[in-house]
C-alpha cells in the first residue's frame, strides 16, 4: 500500500483502508509528517471523537482507533518534538475530549508560526468569525481540494463558524 492509495481511502470516507494506507506509509517512511497528521486525525474521528458518523466505521475499528490513537501521538510527539502541527494537534484532541479551552494556545501558536494555518480555524469559530478570517478562508480553500477526514473536519467547522456569522449580521440588520 502507498500513501496514494491512502489518500484516496481517506478521500472516500473508507477509514479502515485509509488507516491500513497510512500505517503501511508510516513503516516505510516513519518521517512522514503529513501522514502522521491525517492518521490521527482520523483515528480520532472513527474514535468517535469528531466528526465521523455512526455507520461509517465498524464498532472493532472504533475500538482499535481508540487504542492507536495515543499511541500514535506519542509516538509522533517523539518523532516530531517541537513540531507545531504535532503540538496542535495533540492539544486540540485533548481539549475536545475534556472541553478545556484552546483558544489562547493556538493564538500563541499562530505568532509562533505565522505559516501554519491549522490553528486559525479554532480562533475564527471560538470568535464568531471575527478574527483569524483570512487564515481561516486560506485553509478552507486548501482543504477545500483536499477531502481527508482532517481536511473535511477543518473545513466543516470553518463552515459552520461562517454560517452562524451570516445568521447574526441577517439578525442585527432585521433588528
Known sequence: MTRAYALTADENGWFQQA???YEATL???PADLETTVNLAVLYWQAAAHGTCRPGYVSADFSSYARRRLP???ESASRRFAGCAEV???NRYIAA???GEPLEPECRQLMRERPDYLEPAFVVFAESAG???EPEA???LADYSEQPTARGRYVTSIISAALRRQRWRRTCA???
Open 96 to 98: 475536545a475530549g475534556s
Open 87 to 89: 503540538r496542535f494537534w
Open 173 to 175: 440588520a432585521t433588528a
Open 130 to 132: 471575527e478574527e483569524a
Open 19 to 21: 488507516a491500513a494506507g
Open 27 to 29: 513503516v516505510a517512511n
Open 137 to 139: 478562508m486560506r485553509l
Open 71 to 73: 499511541e500514535l501521538l
